[in-house]
């Protein structure tokens, strides 16, 4: 049987191994209607092509991720926002 990894784990590994990010939060998601608690996981200085590769490895492992990016927001001092997290149940 495989043997399921803690979702922070598999991505404190990637940081690791990628010498990139240099703070993880794993924030807890709340049970809805339709999906299980989880977790949402944001990693500083990771660029998309980082979390597509956490998202494959946890896949792997047998978790239902999700990759949301929060909508851009026009500010007094530019842009902001376009945050990737991913979600994994």
Sequence with gaps: MLRRYKPA???????????????????????????????????WGWKRIHYETAALALKKQGYDVEMVTSPTVNTLFGPSGGQIRLHVR
Excluded: Q, Y
Excluded at 23 to 43: H, N, Q
């Design 9 to 43: 784990s598999i991505v404190r590994s990637i940081m690791v191994a990628t010498n990139t990010g240099s703070s993880m939060f794993s924030d807890r998601l709340r049970a809805t209607d339709t999906k299980p608690e989880g977790r949402s996981i944001k990693v």
